[in-house]
């Protein structure tokens, strides 16, 4: 919800609570500032930017080994199951990707990652991947000209009823109006 980032950020001087081993702090905050400024200038799909803003400081957290607020602690295991299915979803995004084949990739139960990973991302496996792609989408969108039918083979939709259904359920406008909305 946008409510509870700009709270975050009323609540949270970031760039002086951020400690990260990796040196992606810098970026970390430049992507917080973008969500910031998104929901300050309220341009159009302004909502969509801070979701998508927010799907990639979520990758890049994830990703970074050892991200806290305040002062640096150790990696639990838990994590790095999540960071091992981020970058599974990374790599493989435009494939069928199943709980099943997680389970090959971090040797969890499907029921213990599915706990995991939602307790670390506050959603489900699926809801993620799912916007994820719908992400990848709104990239194809707006830096190609690939025919909107075409587009969910390239991102792992199943066809592009139900890519345009779940992208106006996620950004309140259909694929069609998002390209246009960008010319």
């Keep these: 919800d946008v409510r509870r980032v700009v709270r975050l ?19 970390v905050v430049e992507l917080l500032k973008a969500i910031k400024g998104e929901y300050e200038d309220q341009q159009a799909n302004y909502k969509m930017m801070i979701k998508i803003k927010i799907c990639a400081l979520m990758l890049e957290i994830f990703r970074s080994k050892q991200f806290q607020f305040g002062t640096e602690r150790s990696d ?27 389970r090959g990739v971090t040797n969890l139960s499907e029921q213990h990652f599915s706990r995991v990973f939602k307790a670390f991302t506050g959603k489900t496996f699926m809801d993620y991947l ?39 359920n996620q950004y309140g406008c259909t694929p069609r109006e998002s390209r246009n909305a960008e010319r």
């Design 130 to 168: 799912k916007i994820y792609r719908l992400d990848r989408v709104n990239w194809y969108l707006k830096h190609t000209e690939v025919p909107i039918t075409r587009i969910p083979e390239s991102v792992g939709f199943c066809n592009a009823n139900y890519m345009a259904r779940n992208y106006k």
């Design 9 to 27: 950020f009323r609540q949270t001087p970031f760039s002086e609570s951020m400690v990260c081993s990796n040196g992606s702090s810098d970026f």
């Design 76 to 102: 639990s295991p838990s994590l790095s199951y999540v960071k091992q299915a981020l970058e599974y979803i990374d790599d493989h995004y435009q494939d069928k990707i199943t709980l099943k084949e997680i």
